[in-house]
């Protein structure tokens, strides 16, 4: 596991591939763990199910998180880690389809950092992948651990 | 007592006070002048009486003198020389000395001083002096100066007292000496005769006049005083009692009393009246005289004080009686004068209120006297009948009514002259007045007869009730219209008294129910309601009657009317109460129902359609908000796919494909990229139709200028000028108004790409007479025949190549202006630019 690494939480696997491309044209597709549900996602972050045996104080610097997720939605993920003291200050970035108003709201609402829509035309969903990389990982100084 | 009182009184009293005392004091002044007269003329005469019996008394003795000197006695003797003539002329003294008491000695002296007869009296007794005792007189002051006499002339001596031989004889013995000389046959004087006289005699006589006040003094020339103050004694000829004499005592009395024969002498002890006893000069034979002799009459200052001490005194308590007397009248008088003046205050002040009332009174006050001729006009007469009150007052107040009126006037003026019957005196009566421009009004009067000292007053009390009857005219007015308003009114209105009784119904009333008026008035209310409701209704009415309301009846009950023929009919019914001076009316509203029921029942009706309605509604809307919510995520995600791997196709597989592989490749891009547009617009469109309208005030210049700030920031290349007119506000909701000039704004943006300068304009207009917004560009323009598809959705008029776009935009700002009860329209030619007009 790498010392930077970012979680990614993506059901489709279009979007997935396309994240994971977007994000290695800028070489940081090395460090990024993703998980295809919600659960899986909170299994991850808080050592259970499958992850039982990981060691939950290695955090991701950054969560890429999608809102349609099956089983748990992301709502209910964001909920869950800003509920957990040892993930509370753990920076989360929305990126899902939507910009529905009700939808940037309540993740603001739930602790969200940011909220980015993926764009349809891949070349600005690239450049986005660059930005949110470039900040998060780089010039971002995250929460002291 | 008031002070005020006194301060008058006193006022009253100093000057009448100074009068009585100066009246009083010249009374006095003047009685005791008389009184000092009086005395004074007394003293006067006492003092001439005396003077007269001391001259009386010197004459005589001068004439017994004189006739001595020629007694034939002497002359015989003188001429015969013999012894027997000598003893005839003893005889003949001794005889005469013997009757004339008061010689106390008679002298024949010859030319050489010797006394050749001599006779003296002692007491009673005359003796011969003998031959042997005769003396030589030589040296006596009174033979010197007789002898030294002519013929005819007389020698007096002061009043001294006798002396023998130089010594005073005593006791005192005063003595007056008168000597003439003696002539013989021949006419050679041949000696005298000296007759000594008892000078207590002229004193005593002197002293005869004193009374019980008044001293009296005999006071010789050189001053010596020989009949003096009662206790004093003579001083006169005593050496050692020199300086006690009159003139010392006295000095300027008798300074005084040498410069005139007679007069008075005020002085410090007393007042002194003297006259001077002086001889006849003549009789002294042409001699100087004096000797004088002074009688004084001396009125010791006491006295004449006592006297007018007690005058003073009685003037003094009569003034005194006459000052309190004096004080007393002042007192009454000045009491009297207050209250007079204070009546007088009081009358002007009842004046001044009376003026104070009249003079604002709004109403005409006029006072007449008994013959009808006008005495007092107040500014409200000045006002109403338009005469000044000096025009007026000493007229007749019968130019004030209308000439047809004024013979009854003068008649009834006459009528209770006589017989003091009032006929409208005292009461309020309407009648006509008379202006002085000749006009005629209404007035109401009230006349008061007053009797003023048995003089008939009247004043009237005159209002102008032009306005009151005007008012009065307008309310029957008012009343025939609240009677047409009643009857036209499309309500049975009623109206019922306290017993519920009918006093009043409307045609509508004699329509609904059947009735003819005549039959419902007086009736009870109760007969136009089924049975059934009646007997509640009556103690209904009752309860209403004791507390009053407006209200709707029965709120919430089915009330029923009942014809004349029996049926019934739905009604509502308001009540509202009126108090009248004839108890409490009841004013009934009854309106027929029928229809309104019938509309209610429809209206329920559609109430409840439109609920269901409603609801559906609101499912349909849930169902879009989930379709576009679902869209929106779900739609965009295949299209990122295609887009994505399009690319990734492109690039992967780059060297190998054709260059018109790639052209396809980027068709499918585009496709894709351009639904997700679609997808993007129509999802906002859906939102501009679900979102309610929340309206507030939105400054819409702010929101243009700053979409035209983005649109150039977002394309700082292009050469654009924006004419945004500034403080442009309206009512609307500022969210669907943002989107709503974004999409205007970016349209005309979008359609002046080829203009260089493109000129975007945002303002207002009026348009069919109402205020307009609009936005114009020198765009490109569009063909209006399809004018009318333009804010339809999804319609384009341009190439897709040439302008980009999904047709939705105009289609949401057109939804939102609906949204606002607002039209919006377009004027356009192609090539010349595009105008949107807008209203909210």
Redesign the interface.
Known sequence: MPQKFILLVED?P??EA?TL?ALSKHNIANGVVVARNGVEAIDFLFGSGAHADRDVTELPQIVLLD??LPKLDGFEVLRRIRADERTQTLPVVVL??????RDVIQSYRDGCNSYVR??????E?VDAARQLGLYWLLLNEGPPR | MSGRTIKRAALIFLPLAVAAVAVSYLLYASQANAIRATAQAAEARTAEIARQRVALTVASLMTDASYLSEQDALRTYLTSDEPASLGHLQAEYVALARHRQFIAQLRFIDMNGREVVRVDRQGDTVALVPPEQLQNRADEPYTKETLKLDRGQTYVSELELNAEQGVIEQPVKPTLRVGVPVFDGTGAKRGIIIINYLGQRILDRVGELRDAVADLWVVNAQGYWLLGPKDDVFAFMYPDRKDRTFAAAYPDVWRQMQTAPAGKVESDPGRFTFARADVDPSDAGGRPFPPSLFVLVATPRAFSDAQTNALKFNFAVAAFGLLALLGGISLGLARHQIHRHEAEQLVRLSEARFRAVTETASDAVISADHRGIVRYFNPGAERIFGYAEQDMVGRSLTELMPERFRGAHTQGLQRYLGSREPTVIGQTVELIGLRKDGREFPIELALAGSDVDGELFFTAIVRDISVRAEAERNLRASEARFRDLLESAPDAVLITDEEGRIQLVNAETQRLFGYHRHELMGREIEMLMPERYRGAHIGHRHGYVAAALTRPMGAGLDLHGLRKDGSEFPVSISLSPTKTPIGLMVFCDIRDITDQRANETKIQDLNRRLQLDNAELEAVNKELEAFS?SV???L??P???I??????LAEDAGPLLKPEHHSHLNRV?QA??R??LLIDDL?KLA?VTRTDVTIGDVDLSEIALAVATNLQDAAPQRQAEFMIAPGLRAEGDPRLMQVALDNLLSNSWKFTAPRSPARIEFGTTVADGKPAFFVRDNGVGFDMNYAGKMFGAFQRFHDAREFAGTGIGLATVQRIIHKHGGRIWAKSQPGEGATFYFTL
Do not use: C, W
Request: proline residues 2%.
């Open positions: 489709n279009d979007d396309l491309r809102l349609k899902t389809s939507s910009k529905e108003e993926k764009p349809v035309n891949f070349d969903f | 919510y929106s995520h779900d965009r995600a299209l990122r796919t887009d994505g791997f399009s690319q990734a891009r894709a990229q639904m997700g999802i939102r």
